[in-house]
Every structure is written in structure tokens, then in C-alpha cells.
């Protein structure tokens, strides 16, 4: 059979839009290579979900002051603060994935936040990790209404009179709280959970007595409050023992090991940033971290750095928001 010279073969009326489609894919690669090349094009920008003044604010600041001469553009700090850091979360999940927007975050916006309230955003399609900052630590103290002395006073108190210790955190699925969650399943206590907005309240609250046990991200204030005998160091959420309290042993050490929690930090990017620029930023961000003034920073206030990559990170994440979804279910947790 011939064909009219005037109407192309099958195969030519195949190949002729496949040219044309490989074509403007290559043209497209070629102007996101260069769209890459060029980055960053303009300030970038990080979002701090917490509210300024605190330890989570200050530290991205000095990230944002020693990452800018790497990236050779401003890095500007902004404050979304709200909802547990879904606020914040939330706005970084709808800019721009061009590397011009990053958030500075705990992980728990990911990893708690959505098993518990509608936020808005996709935990696992909407944000991509970047880089872990740092571990602050959990401690947990007996406050003065507290009459023992041990981690296993608690345990023996709670067995003693079931629902009598009470115990307070931060909120709902906060990290204080899943620690007593997880101390609760673990040996099998019926421990009495007093939940604050916040921690202001509750450290007033605990030195008053108001409740026997608290469990709190080290800070200045209860370490203080340790020091002078109103609190009693019972057990930390860290990696290993602090420097700052080296007789007190860890979760993990005292059999604990699912309820030795810390408050891990990092920054984040929107979902579909491009690997490469994820990477650049790693890159530049482990640099700032390996800085010894910025170490000391973090470890002065009682925060372990992290680093590493950003895959690293992801795995610390999921791990986390496994552990936390077990818990959620198992202690029938809900939102207030």
C-alpha cells in the first residue's frame, strides 16, 4: 500500500507530537537548570511558627544572620505563631516551592498536630525537611506537692493510689504529654493528666503545688528551680544524660525507652521544592551548624545539635509520627 504523499505515515503522525513534546520538556528542564542556577534570586525568607523571644526564635535568628553571606541575599525572620505551630506550618506549606520560603519548626506540627485537629496542610506532601536543628530536651520533676524523691516513687505512688499523682504538660499532645502517655502504657499506671495552654501557667501552677509531677522542655527557669530544691529532677527525654544534670538519669536508662522524647527542631521547605536546592540548603545549613559560636549557642542553652542530612531528618520525623500515632490510638487521645 502506498501512502499520499500528502498525508504522513501512522508512524510520522506519532512521531511528529512526541518531537514536539520531548522538545518542550527539554526546553522546560533547561529553564528550571537555570531558574536553579540563579538561586536564591531574592531574600529568603523564614517562618518561626512559635511567637519571638523564645529559645526557637532566637536560634533561627542566628541561623538566618550566619546563613545569609553563604547565600549571598538577606535572610529574613518572620513570626506566624498559632495553633501549635500549625499556623505557621500552614502558610509555609502554600508559598512558593522555589526556595525563597523555609520554616523553622519542632517536628511535632508534623507529627502530632494532624493526628488531633484539621490543619490544613499535608504533613508528608506539603512540607519537605530540610535539615534537624536541634534536641531540646524533656524533663521531668517532682514538683513540691510530690513526696518522693526517685522516678520509681512516682511509679510506686501511681500503683499505691490509681489516679491520685497528676501529672502536668504543656497541652494536649504536646511532647510532655506523650511522655506521660507513654509511661502510663508502658507500665501500666493510671496517672491523672493536668493539660495547660502553654507554659507560663503551669510553672506557676507546679511551684505552688498544684499538681505532683511536670514534664517540660529544659529551660533556664526550671533548672534554676531545680538548683534551689523546689523541683526534684526525676528523669530527662534526651538522647543521654545532660551536662547541665548529669545525675539524672534518661527515660531510656530507667526502661522508658518509647517515652524518652525530646522536642527535636529543624527547618523546613514547601513540598515540591527542587531536590537540588534542598540540598544546597542542607549543605549551607550544616555548615552554620558546624560553626563553633552557633554550637556553643545551642548548647549553652541546653539544646543537643543535630545536622546531618535531609533524609536523616525525614527518617527522625516518620519514626516520630509513627510512635505518636501508636500512642494517640492506644491512650485514646483527643483534641480539647
Not at 61 to 79: D, F, G, T
Not at 196 to 203: N, T
Request: glycine share 10%.
Amino acid at each position: 500500500m502506498r501512502h499520499n504523499a500528502e498525508m504522513p505515515s501512522t508512524s510520522s503522525r506519532r512521531s511528529g507530537p512526541l518531537v514536539v513534546a520531548l522538545a518542550a520538556g527539554l526546553l522546560c528542564l533547561a529553564e528550571f537548570a537555570l531558574a536553579q542556577a540563579k538561586w536564591p534570586q531574592r531574600p529568603v525568607r523564614i517562618i518561626v511558627v512559635y511567637p519571638t523571644g523564645g529559645v526557637s526564635d532566637e536560634t533561627a535568628r542566628a541561623i538566618a544572620e550566619r546563613l545569609a553571606p553563604r547565600l549571598e541575599v538577606p535572610v529574613l525572620v518572620e513570626n506566624r505563631a498559632g495553633g501549635g505551630g500549625s499556623v505557621g506550618m500552614g502558610a509555609l506549606a502554600k508559598a512558593q516551592p522555589d526556595g525563597h520560603t523555609l520554616a523553622f519548626s519542632a517536628i511535632s506540627p508534623l507529627t502530632l498536630n494532624p493526628y488531633l485537629a484539621a490543619v490544613g496542610y499535608d504533613p508528608r506532601r506539603d512540607v519537605a525537611p530540610v535539615i534537624g536543628v536541634m534536641h531540646t530536651p524533656v524533663v521531668v520533676v517532682g514538683t513540691p506537692a510530690f513526696a518522693g524523691a526517685t522516678f520509681q516513687d512516682l511509679l510506686r505512688a501511681a500503683r499505691q493510689a490509681p489516679g491520685r499523682v497528676r501529672w502536668g504538660s504543656s497541652g494536649i499532645a504536646t511532647v510532655g504529654h506523650m511522655v506521660l502517655e507513654h509511661v502510663r502504657l508502658a507500665a501500666q499506671v493510671d496517672i491523672s493528666h493536668i493539660p495547660y495552654k502553654g507554659g507560663g501557667q503551669q510553672l506557676t501552677d507546679a511551684l505552688a503545688g498544684h499538681f505532683e509531677i511536670l514534664s517540660t522542655n529544659v529551660a533556664i527557669a526550671q533548672l534554676q528551680h531545680i538548683q534551689s530544691g523546689k523541683f526534684k529532677a526525676l528523669a530527662v527525654g534526651a538522647p543521654e544524660r545532660l551536662r547541665v544534670l548529669p545525675q539524672v538519669p534518661t527515660l531510656a536508662e530507667l526502661g522508658f525507652a518509647q517515652a524518652n522524647l525530646t522536642s527535636l527542631f529543624g527547618l523546613f521547605a514547601p513540598g515540591d521544592t527542587p531536590e537540588a536546592i534542598i540540598a544546597r540548603l542542607n549543605a549551607e545549613l550544616n555548615a552554620v551548624l558546624r560553626q563553633g559560636d552557633v554550637r556553643e549557642r545551642l548548647v549553652a542553652a541546653n539544646n543537643l545539635p543535630f545536622g546531618g542530612s535531609a533524609a536523616e531528618f525525614a527518617r527522625a520525623i516518620n519514626l516520630d509520627a509513627e510512635r505518636n500515632l501508636a500512642v494517640i490510638r492506644a491512650a485514646g487521645i483527643r483534641a480539647e
